[in-house]
């Protein structure tokens, strides 16, 4: 049997349903934000080095340093890469993150050091006798000051690889020893086993990581941990470096020193013997000398530490959990080296404008903790910049804020880690709500939020609420009005 033709009029009708079917497809794709995907790749980095030789256990070879001849080294880097990110890690030195670059302002957070130079030569400071700084941020581990894998090739892995997620691993075990140690570190092999866990997520514009540790033996173990981060938050990203604008950001009030760096704290032990006020020493540009610092007695409840630089008001900031890592040590090599920078080809030196911050197991270097037999640990960190905040005074994995009050108004400086999420922010004080609207958060600058207190006074609460626009509780603050 014969199907009839169509009438024109159905044809028509039928165009134009689908010129309509696919205009609104268009304008409904043309409105949706642009999905975010993590990329993996594979690419080499070339550094320089004074001209140097080691021995097959690594000790220093005397008579090899040459500081006139300068020699490229070629590493393998894996970068990780949403549309925040630029995460470059070198497994083959150290396994560390060496360069985080905030795409939003094209700035570095992380240092680096663009001509390397081995000091500490013979001087029974370092497991091998020598230390050269490269930078980024790497474990540390069973031994203080750098321990023993800062230069040894970590083994690297890709744990899981898709469009929204992409973590990868580097890992070593404590089966090696320099038998020329000094006395003051441990000898022998630990067998620790450490893998150092680093993900990059879609639509999230900070790195998480995750230590684990684990002591195959059927013994308990003396030992520290520390992951060591060299930072110099919103840097050339060809020439990253600390300077004088640079704040130390840690919630802490007291520092304490070893007496070779009293010189710090200029004799102020007005907190109690050991302890001296941490507000001088916070500036990079109050470092009179090269020194350690460390929080005293330690982070206490304190869940982040990090740098902001206040020449642009961005900085890179550790959130995790500081019970687990109590020990936060600080180091620089002193402000006024770095007044007169000479060019490091033609000068080599192995002091450099950066903010060594450390977290660490144990309170303080050479104070050991003790690892269970058979047994396992895991330490997760959150590196995230900032940026448009002049303070941190509450973070968690999901959002940074600095939240102030004076008696006339409140002030909120916020970033995001995820900014493409909606946000409600409510500010209170008591029942009276002084502000309560939706916000867009703002990747590049950041986000600032000022309400008006009626008659406020002294001592009286403001409390914050920062939820999804689904209703979500991200982050839930309070403070004072001074």
Same mark, same amino acid.
């Given at each position: 049997m ?8 159905r044809?028509r009708?039928a165009?134009?349903?689908?010129s309509?079917?696919s205009?609104f ?8 934000? !642009?999905l ?5 790749s ?16 690594n ?5 090899s340093l040459d500081r ?10 894996h970068?990780? !890469?949403?549309r ?25 957070q ?7 130079v081995p000091?500490g ?12 700084v490269?930078?980024?941020i ?14 040894k090739?970590?083994?690297?892995k890709?744990?899981?690889?898709s ?7 580097m890992s ?5 020893e320099?038998?020329? *140690?000094?006395?003051k570190?441990?000898?022998?092999s630990?067998?620790?086993e450490?893998?150092y ?5 879609a639509d ?9 540790l ?5 013994? *308990?173990?003396?030992? !520290? ?6 930072? *110099? ?7 990253p470096?600390?300077?004088g604008?640079?704040?130390i ?10 007496d ?15 302890k ?12 009179p ?25 961005e ?16 180091w ?5 080296s770095?007044t007169? !920078? ?20 144990s309170?303080?270097f ?22 448009g ?20 108004a409140v ?7 995820e ?11 008591g ?7 939706a ?9 600032r939020i ?18 999804t ?14």
């Amino acid at each position: 049997m014969a199907v009839p033709a169509p009438s024109r009029s159905r044809v028509r009708f039928a165009v134009a349903l689908l010129s309509a079917l696919s205009a609104f497809h268009a304008v409904a794709h043309a409105a949706s934000p !642009e999905l975010d995907r993590v990329t993996l790749s594979e690419s080499t980095i070339t550094w320089s080095t004074v001209k140097y030789a080691t021995s097959a256990d690594n000790g220093f070879v005397s008579g090899s340093l040459d500081r006139k001849t300068i020699v490229d080294r070629t590493f393998r880097t894996h970068v990780l !890469e949403n549309r925040y990110l630029k995460v470059t890690l070198v497994p083959e030195f150290g396994g560390r993150i060496l360069s985080i670059i905030y795409k939003p302002t094209g700035h570095e957070q992380l240092y680096r050091t663009e001509v390397g130079v081995p000091y500490g030569i013979k001087r029974d400071t370092f497991y091998y006798n020598w230390l050269m700084v490269y930078g980024g941020i790497f474990p540390t581990f069973p031994d203080p000051e750098h321990g023993r894998t800062w230069l040894k090739p970590w083994d690297f892995k890709v744990v899981k690889e898709s469009a929204g997620e992409v973590t990868v691993s580097m890992s070593l075990k404590d089966n090696f020893e320099y038998s020329a *140690a000094p006395r003051k570190f441990r000898g022998g092999s630990t067998g620790i086993e450490a893998t150092y866990y680093v993900t990059l997520k879609a639509d999230r514009a900070a790195l998480d990581a995750r230590v684990v540790l684990k002591n195959p033996q059927p013994k *308990a173990l003396q030992y !520290e941990y520390w992951t060591c981060t060299t930072l *110099a938050p919103g840097s050339d990203p060809k020439n990253p470096k600390t300077t004088g604008g640079a704040e130390i950001i840690a919630p802490i009030k007291a520092y304490s020193t070893p007496d070779w760096s009293s010189n710090l704290s200029n004799g102020d032990e007005s907190l109690g013997p050991g302890k001296s006020r941490f507000e001088k020493l916070r500036y990079f540009k109050n470092w009179p000398t090269m020194g350690i610092a460390y929080a005293a007695p330690d982070m206490g409840s304190g869940n982040f530490w990090g740098v902001i630089n206040h020449d642009n008001e961005e900085g890179i900031i550790r959130i995790a959990d500081n019970t687990v890592t109590p020990g936060l040590k600080m180091w620089t090599w002193g402000f006024p080296s770095f007044t007169n !920078e000479t060019d490091p080809r033609k000068d080599p030196n192995e002091q450099q404008p950066y903010v060594e911050l450390w977290a660490g197991v144990s309170d303080q270097f050479f104070h050991s903790a003790e690892f269970p037999a058979l047994g396992q640990m895991s330490i997760p960190e959150t590196y995230s910049p900032t940026v448009g905040m002049n303070n941190v005074t509450h973070a968690n994995e999901t959002i940074l804020i600095s939240l102030s009050a004076e008696a006339s108004a409140v002030t909120l400086q916020f970033f995001s880690i995820e900014p493409a999420t909606p946000l409600r922010v409510i500010l209170k004080r008591g029942d009276a709500v002084l502000f309560d609207e939706a916000v867009k958060a703002d990747p590049k600058n950041g986000n600032r939020i000022s309400a008006t207190i009626p008659e406020g006074h002294s001592g009286e609460q403001i409390q914050l609420t920062i939820r999804t626009a689904e209703g979500k509780e991200l982050i839930a603050a309070e403070t004072k009005i001074k």
